[in-house]
């Protein structure tokens, strides 16, 4: 059974840090292109930032480019996110895919996905 588990969502103030975790199972995790979406209430689900199995490949949105830094340790069956400077447009529920296809993980099409943390940027 395929598992993605994120964590290390939360309530943060606007200008603070926050590190999303992404943890696998199920799945050789450094076989998989990986990538983080977010959904604010009210809105479709977007794509924030992609990564293929090496990290020689990665994406990002352009409202987090110089913000957000999408990583991943292999060998933990983890992938990151590191979310810098945060402003109140970036609250919404954060979810982890992952899929063969870098393309495909990119678009959000199949795959596998987390159930989602919560973040929250708020005074």
């Known amino acids: 059974q395929v598992q993605l588990v994120e964590s290390g969502g939360g309530l943060v103030q606007p200008g603070g840090s926050l590190r999303l975790s992404c943890t696998a199972s199920?799945?050789?995790?450094?076989?998989?292109?990986f990538a983080w979406f977010r959904q604010a209430p009210g809105r479709e689900r977007e794509f924030v930032a992609a990564a293929s199995p090496s990290s020689y490949l990665t994406d990002y949105a352009d409202s987090v480019k110089g913000r957000f830094t999408i990583s991943r340790n292999n060998g933990k069956e983890t992938g990151y996110l590191q979310m810098n400077n945060l402003k109140s447009e970036d609250t919404a529920v954060y979810f982890c895919?992952?899929?063969?296809?870098?393309?495909?993980?990119?678009?959000?099409?199949?795959?596998?996905w987390g159930q989602g943390t919560q973040v929250t940027v708020s005074s």
């Open positions: 199920g799945i050789v995790f450094g076989t998989y292109n």
């Open positions: 895919t992952a899929h063969p296809s870098y393309p495909n993980v990119k678009s959000g099409s199949g795959g596998y």
